[in-house]
Protein backbone atom coordinates (compact mmCIF):
# COMPACT_ATOMS: atom_id res chain seq x y z
CA UNK A 1 0.00 0.00 0.00
CA UNK A 2 1.34 3.48 -0.73
CA UNK A 3 1.05 6.65 1.22
CA UNK A 4 -0.18 10.03 0.37
CA UNK A 5 0.13 13.50 2.47
CA UNK A 6 -2.99 15.69 1.82
CA UNK A 7 -2.46 19.38 0.78
CA UNK A 8 -5.62 20.00 1.39
CA UNK A 9 -5.48 23.94 0.63
CA UNK A 10 -6.51 26.48 2.75
CA UNK A 11 -9.97 27.18 0.65
CA UNK A 12 -10.87 23.32 1.56
CA UNK A 13 -9.73 23.85 5.02
CA UNK A 14 -12.18 26.95 6.02
CA UNK A 15 -15.27 27.09 3.70
CA UNK A 16 -15.19 23.49 1.70
CA UNK A 17 -14.03 20.45 4.20
CA UNK A 18 -16.12 17.91 2.34
CA UNK A 19 -13.48 17.92 -0.64
CA UNK A 20 -11.15 16.54 1.86
CA UNK A 21 -13.29 14.08 3.15
CA UNK A 22 -13.67 13.03 -0.64
CA UNK A 23 -10.08 12.54 -1.55
CA UNK A 24 -9.34 10.55 1.85
CA UNK A 25 -12.19 8.23 1.13
CA UNK A 26 -11.46 8.09 -2.75
CA UNK A 27 -7.60 7.08 -2.25
CA UNK A 28 -8.76 4.88 0.43
CA UNK A 29 -10.93 3.00 -1.79
CA UNK A 30 -8.42 2.94 -4.29
CA UNK A 31 -5.80 1.13 -1.48
CA UNK A 32 -3.71 4.46 -0.94
CA UNK A 33 -2.86 5.23 2.62
CA UNK A 34 -3.12 8.94 3.43
CA UNK A 35 -1.98 10.93 6.36
CA UNK A 36 -3.05 14.62 7.08
CA UNK A 37 -0.32 16.36 8.16
CA UNK A 38 -1.55 18.49 11.04
CA UNK A 39 1.06 21.20 10.63
CA UNK A 40 0.23 22.20 7.11
CA UNK A 41 -0.66 25.83 6.45
CA UNK A 42 -0.95 28.04 3.38
CA UNK A 43 1.13 27.09 0.48
CA UNK A 44 2.04 30.98 -0.03
CA UNK A 45 0.28 31.44 -3.16
CA UNK A 46 -1.32 34.85 -2.41
CA UNK A 47 1.67 36.21 -1.00
CA UNK A 48 3.93 35.20 -4.10
CA UNK A 49 1.00 36.05 -6.68
CA UNK A 50 0.71 39.91 -4.84
CA UNK A 51 4.49 39.69 -4.90
CA UNK A 52 5.69 39.61 -1.54
CA UNK A 53 8.38 36.66 -2.30
CA UNK A 54 10.55 37.02 0.93
CA UNK A 55 7.36 36.69 3.04
CA UNK A 56 6.62 33.66 1.57
CA UNK A 57 9.97 31.83 3.17
CA UNK A 58 8.11 30.72 6.29
CA UNK A 59 5.31 29.48 4.83
CA UNK A 60 7.64 27.37 2.12
CA UNK A 61 9.89 26.06 5.17
CA UNK A 62 6.63 24.87 7.16
CA UNK A 63 5.54 23.30 4.12
CA UNK A 64 8.60 21.21 3.35
CA UNK A 65 8.59 20.29 7.07
CA UNK A 66 4.84 19.28 7.19
CA UNK A 67 4.96 16.83 4.49
CA UNK A 68 8.74 15.56 5.03
CA UNK A 69 8.69 11.92 4.99
CA UNK A 70 5.85 11.96 2.19
CA UNK A 71 5.87 9.59 -0.89
CA UNK A 72 4.22 12.31 -2.55
CA UNK A 73 1.88 14.85 -1.96
CA UNK A 74 -1.48 15.10 -3.44
CA UNK A 75 -3.60 18.36 -3.89
CA UNK A 76 -7.40 18.64 -4.64
CA UNK A 77 -6.27 22.42 -6.22
CA UNK A 78 -4.61 22.92 -9.81
CA UNK A 79 -4.30 26.30 -8.43
CA UNK A 80 -1.94 25.32 -5.05
CA UNK A 81 -0.71 22.40 -6.67
CA UNK A 82 0.94 24.22 -9.36
CA UNK A 83 2.05 27.18 -6.50
CA UNK A 84 4.10 24.42 -4.96
CA UNK A 85 4.98 22.88 -8.11
CA UNK A 86 6.44 25.94 -9.69
CA UNK A 87 6.61 28.83 -7.63
CA UNK A 88 7.97 27.14 -4.14
CA UNK A 89 11.92 26.95 -6.13
CA UNK A 90 11.66 30.58 -7.09
CA UNK A 91 10.53 31.83 -3.82
CA UNK A 92 14.10 29.37 -2.33
CA UNK A 93 16.26 30.66 -5.08
CA UNK A 94 15.43 34.38 -3.73
CA UNK A 95 16.08 34.17 0.00
CA UNK A 96 19.43 33.53 -1.15
CA UNK A 97 19.62 30.23 0.59
CA UNK A 98 21.19 27.09 -1.38
CA UNK A 99 20.31 25.03 1.52
CA UNK A 100 16.35 26.20 0.84
CA UNK A 101 16.62 25.41 -2.72
CA UNK A 102 18.41 21.95 -2.41
CA UNK A 103 15.49 21.04 0.25
CA UNK A 104 12.96 22.13 -2.40
CA UNK A 105 14.22 20.32 -5.07
CA UNK A 106 14.55 17.43 -2.80
CA UNK A 107 10.70 17.97 -1.01
CA UNK A 108 8.19 14.83 -2.44
CA UNK A 109 6.70 14.97 -5.94
CA UNK A 110 3.17 16.97 -6.23
CA UNK A 111 0.36 15.95 -7.91
CA UNK A 112 -2.92 17.65 -8.52
CA UNK A 113 -5.70 14.63 -8.05
CA UNK A 114 -6.43 13.90 -11.28
CA UNK A 115 -2.82 13.99 -12.48
CA UNK A 116 -2.15 11.28 -9.34
CA UNK A 117 -4.99 8.94 -10.34
CA UNK A 118 -4.35 8.62 -13.98
CA UNK A 119 -0.49 8.83 -13.82
CA UNK A 120 0.80 7.00 -11.13
CA UNK A 121 -2.35 4.68 -9.58
CA UNK A 122 -2.98 4.37 -13.38
CA UNK A 123 -6.49 4.11 -12.58
CA UNK A 124 -9.24 6.04 -14.59
CA UNK A 125 -12.78 4.09 -13.69
CA UNK A 126 -12.57 4.71 -9.61
CA UNK A 127 -15.74 2.88 -8.95
CA UNK A 128 -17.83 6.17 -8.71
CA UNK A 129 -21.57 6.20 -9.41
CA UNK A 130 -23.01 10.02 -10.24
CA UNK A 131 -26.26 10.09 -11.77
CA UNK A 132 -26.49 13.78 -13.29
CA UNK A 133 -25.87 15.80 -16.65
CA UNK A 134 -22.65 17.13 -15.63
CA UNK A 135 -20.28 19.82 -16.84
CA UNK A 136 -16.63 20.14 -16.65
CA UNK A 137 -15.11 23.28 -16.08
CA UNK A 138 -11.23 23.30 -16.57
CA UNK A 139 -9.92 25.55 -14.31
CA UNK A 140 -6.89 28.11 -15.47
CA UNK A 141 -4.33 26.77 -13.25
CA UNK A 142 -5.09 23.18 -13.95
CA UNK A 143 -5.53 23.66 -17.51
CA UNK A 144 -2.39 26.21 -18.36
CA UNK A 145 -0.16 25.71 -15.56
CA UNK A 146 0.01 22.34 -14.92
CA UNK A 147 -1.17 20.64 -18.13
CA UNK A 148 -3.95 18.30 -16.90
CA UNK A 149 -5.58 17.82 -20.36
CA UNK A 150 -7.88 15.76 -20.80
CA UNK A 151 -7.10 13.91 -17.56
CA UNK A 152 -10.20 14.92 -15.69
CA UNK A 153 -12.57 14.36 -18.39
CA UNK A 154 -11.66 10.84 -19.07
CA UNK A 155 -12.06 10.42 -14.91
CA UNK A 156 -15.63 11.65 -15.12
CA UNK A 157 -16.38 9.77 -18.30
CA UNK A 158 -15.86 6.31 -16.30
CA UNK A 159 -18.33 7.64 -13.40
CA UNK A 160 -21.34 5.18 -14.20
CA UNK A 161 -24.74 7.00 -14.70
CA UNK A 162 -22.90 10.60 -15.16
CA UNK A 163 -23.82 12.21 -18.45
CA UNK A 164 -20.92 14.41 -19.57
CA UNK A 165 -21.64 17.72 -21.47
CA UNK A 166 -19.75 20.07 -23.65
CA UNK A 167 -19.23 23.83 -21.61
CA UNK A 168 -19.04 26.17 -24.17
CA UNK A 169 -15.91 27.85 -24.32
CA UNK A 170 -14.87 25.94 -22.02
CA UNK A 171 -11.26 27.09 -21.68
CA UNK A 172 -12.23 31.00 -20.54
CA UNK A 173 -11.01 31.82 -17.61
CA UNK A 174 -14.09 32.06 -14.65
CA UNK A 175 -12.78 35.88 -13.79
CA UNK A 176 -12.19 34.75 -10.09
CA UNK A 177 -8.02 34.93 -10.02
CA UNK A 178 -7.91 35.29 -6.27
CA UNK A 179 -7.58 38.77 -5.07
CA UNK A 180 -8.08 39.65 -8.77
CA UNK A 181 -11.96 39.60 -7.92
CA UNK A 182 -11.31 42.22 -5.29
CA UNK A 183 -9.03 44.39 -6.92
CA UNK A 184 -11.32 44.13 -10.55
CA UNK A 185 -13.97 43.29 -9.28
CA UNK A 186 -16.70 44.70 -12.13
CA UNK A 187 -14.30 42.69 -14.55
CA UNK A 188 -14.01 39.26 -12.72
CA UNK A 189 -18.32 39.87 -12.09
CA UNK A 190 -18.64 40.21 -16.01
CA UNK A 191 -16.12 37.47 -16.59
CA UNK A 192 -18.08 35.10 -14.24
CA UNK A 193 -21.52 36.29 -15.64
CA UNK A 194 -20.05 35.22 -19.14
CA UNK A 195 -19.04 31.52 -17.42
CA UNK A 196 -21.96 31.04 -15.59
CA UNK A 197 -24.21 31.76 -18.80
CA UNK A 198 -22.40 28.81 -20.59
CA UNK A 199 -22.89 26.56 -17.95
CA UNK A 200 -26.53 27.31 -18.45
CA UNK A 201 -26.40 26.50 -22.16
CA UNK A 202 -24.54 23.08 -21.26
CA UNK A 203 -28.05 21.91 -20.27
CA UNK A 204 -26.26 20.25 -17.05
CA UNK A 205 -27.33 19.84 -13.67
CA UNK A 206 -24.63 19.84 -11.82
CA UNK A 207 -20.94 22.35 -12.60
CA UNK A 208 -18.00 20.32 -11.76
CA UNK A 209 -14.29 21.42 -11.32
CA UNK A 210 -11.37 20.75 -9.78
CA UNK A 211 -10.88 23.88 -7.52
CA UNK A 212 -13.34 25.17 -4.92
CA UNK A 213 -11.94 28.71 -5.56
CA UNK A 214 -13.42 28.91 -9.18
CA UNK A 215 -16.36 26.85 -8.10
CA UNK A 216 -17.11 29.22 -5.58
CA UNK A 217 -17.23 32.80 -7.93
CA UNK A 218 -19.24 30.17 -10.27
CA UNK A 219 -21.68 29.44 -8.39
CA UNK A 220 -22.46 32.64 -6.49
CA UNK A 221 -23.40 33.97 -9.47
CA UNK A 222 -25.40 30.84 -10.65
CA UNK A 223 -27.50 30.89 -7.36
CA UNK A 224 -28.23 34.69 -7.85
CA UNK A 225 -29.34 34.18 -11.25
CA UNK A 226 -31.43 31.13 -9.53
CA UNK A 227 -30.38 28.89 -12.15
CA UNK A 228 -30.97 25.33 -9.91
CA UNK A 229 -27.31 24.40 -11.09
CA UNK A 230 -25.22 23.64 -8.19
CA UNK A 231 -21.35 23.30 -8.38
CA UNK A 232 -19.27 20.35 -6.96
CA UNK A 233 -15.57 19.41 -6.76
CA UNK A 234 -14.35 16.46 -9.26
CA UNK A 235 -13.05 14.65 -5.75
CA UNK A 236 -16.69 14.71 -4.10
CA UNK A 237 -18.22 13.71 -7.80
CA UNK A 238 -15.25 10.89 -7.93
CA UNK A 239 -16.10 9.81 -4.79
CA UNK A 240 -19.73 9.77 -4.74
CA UNK A 241 -21.37 5.92 -5.05
CA UNK A 242 -24.66 3.85 -5.30
CA UNK A 243 -25.41 3.39 -1.66
CA UNK A 244 -25.90 0.17 -0.96
CA UNK A 245 -29.36 -1.52 -1.12
CA UNK A 246 -30.84 1.57 -2.26
CA UNK A 247 -32.19 0.24 -5.73
CA UNK A 248 -33.56 4.11 -6.05
CA UNK A 249 -30.58 4.98 -8.15
CA UNK A 250 -28.93 7.38 -4.68
CA UNK A 251 -25.58 7.98 -4.51
CA UNK A 252 -23.69 9.43 -1.80
CA UNK A 253 -20.43 10.80 -0.55
CA UNK A 254 -18.45 7.82 0.74
CA UNK A 255 -16.78 9.60 3.06
CA UNK A 256 -16.84 8.58 6.85
Known sequence: MSGVGLMVTCMNDA????????????????????????????????????????????????????????DAVVVPSGSCAGSVRYQHRMVAERSGDPALVWAVDQAPPVYELTEYLVDVLGVVDVGAYFPH??????????????????????????????????????AECCGFGGTFAVKNADTSVAMGSDKARHVRESG????????????????????????????????????????????????EAAVR
Open 204 to 251: ADVLVAGDNSCLMHIGGLLSRERSGIRVMHLAETLAATETAGSGHGAE
Open 15 to 70: LFPATGRAVVALLRRLGVRVDFPAAQTCCGQPMVNTGYLDETVPLLRNHLDAFAGC
Open 133 to 170: RVTYHPTCHSLRMLGVGDRPVRLLEAVRGLKLLELPSA
